[in-house]
């Protein structure tokens, strides 16, 4: 059990940090998708945005983040 513990804490820390929170969207105005993991998403209000996450924007639309 004492040997497992650490590699238990690293792995969740390794985890955690790749899951971290950049911003929040406040404002979406048009289609505003997110790739997230290889996965096109539709963004919605007061969706939580992570370091990985890339936002791609269509003609004549905008995000608002805070």
């Known amino acids: 059990m004492k040997k497992i513990l650490p590699f238990i ?9 790749m899951a971290e929170r950049v ?8 289609r505003v998708t997110v790739v ?4 096109d998403l539709p963004v919605t209000r007061r969706e939580k945005l992570y370091k ?3 936002i791609l924007t269509g003609r004549d639309s905008a995000i608002e983040l805070k």
Not at 9 to 17: C, D, N, R
């Open 9 to 17: 804490f690293v792995l969740f820390m390794a985890t955690s940090a």
């Open 23 to 30: 911003a929040v969207v406040i404002g979406v105005e048009g």
């Open 36 to 39: 997230r993991e290889g996965n």
């Open 52 to 54: 990985a996450d890339q």
